[in-house]
């Protein structure tokens, strides 16, 4: 399978050399910035993708949508690990309906995550039920990342939100007065070289209990990003989350057992 890098940030280093370790071959490396000698091209269209199975995208929010109404134009396979772009979501189903696009996208590819998610989500619906708990959340990210909240911290906090039914909207801004009782505060933080770290909080007069993911390095999401990339360039047609991915592949292995 050729790969098409679009992104070369650390990031995009270390899907590559997964992505080489697996037997993948890299057709393109695009980026606009990074001076390193392996860019094959500085932008993203039908040339500089020409020859290649999947796109892997790790780019910026201001550019990402462009980017994929032109993969689904291209026809061209694509996972997006970009973030901070997901309040455009819908506009971007609109504008490549009727193509036969193939995009997985998700805020956070390590398959440990996507765990943790199901089992925020479980927690979240006990602790609702109980009526005592009061949840909020924190993610903390080295000093370079350029959006927050995290795209992983806002699929926790929706998970949270969908189960309390006192909570009807996520904070994450700075507070400057008293928080609202219907408000779910998601705090961010940004510093040294944190590659991720993720915390749901339930908190009672007596007790708080922590549910926390702690990424030790890019390694985890580089290989959820590059087994998505096998997946969605299998002949499959769609808007897809990591969700659906997992879905497919633990009802495959139930069937074969």
């Known amino acids: 399978m050729r790969i098409a890098l679009v992104g070369y940030g650390k990031m995009g280093r270390m899907i590559e050399s997964v992505a080489r370790s697996q037997g993948c071959e890299i057709g393109a490396i695009i980026d606009p910035v990074a001076s390193d000698g392996a860019v094959t091209s500085r932008s993203v269209n039908a040339e500089s993708l020409d020859g290649c199975d999947v796109v892997i995208d790790f780019t910026h929010p201001t550019v990402v949508c462009d980017h994929i109404v032109l993969y689904a134009q291209l026809g061209i396979p694509a996972v997006i690990g970009t973030t901070g772009w997901y309040d455009q979501l819908e506009q971007v189903r609109q504008a490549i309906e009727g193509t036969d696009c193939a995009i997985i996208y998700s805020g956070n590819y390590s398959l440990g995550v996507a765990l943790f998610m199901q089992v925020v989500r479980q927690a979240s619906q006990l602790f609702a039920k109980n009526g005592l708990y009061d949840p909020f959340l924190t993610e903390i990210h080295h000093s370079q990342k350029a959006d927050s909240p995290s795209g992983t911290a806002t699929m926790l906090a929706q998970r949270v939100l969908d189960a309390f039914p006192s909570k009807t909207h996520i904070e994450a801004e700075t507070q400057h007065q008293k928080r609202e009782e219907s408000a779910l505060?998601?705090?961010?933080?940004?510093?040294?070289?944190?590659?991720?770290?993720?915390?749901?909080?339930?908190?009672?007069?007596?007790?708080?209990?922590?549910?926390?993911?702690?990424?030790?390095?890019?390694?985890?999401?580089?290989?959820?990003?590059v087994r998505s990339a096998f997946w969605i360039a299998d002949g499959r047609k769609g808007f897809f989350t990591l969700d659906d991915m997992l879905e497919d592949v633990y009802l495959s292995v139930e069937r074969s057992e």
């Not at 505060?185 to 007790?207: E, I, K, N």
């Open 185 to 225: 505060h998601l705090a961010s933080v940004r510093g040294g070289w944190v590659p991720g770290t993720h915390t749901v909080y339930f908190d009672s007069p007596q007790d708080t209990i922590e549910l926390t993911h702690r990424a030790r390095s890019r390694e985890g999401f580089a290989v959820g990003a």
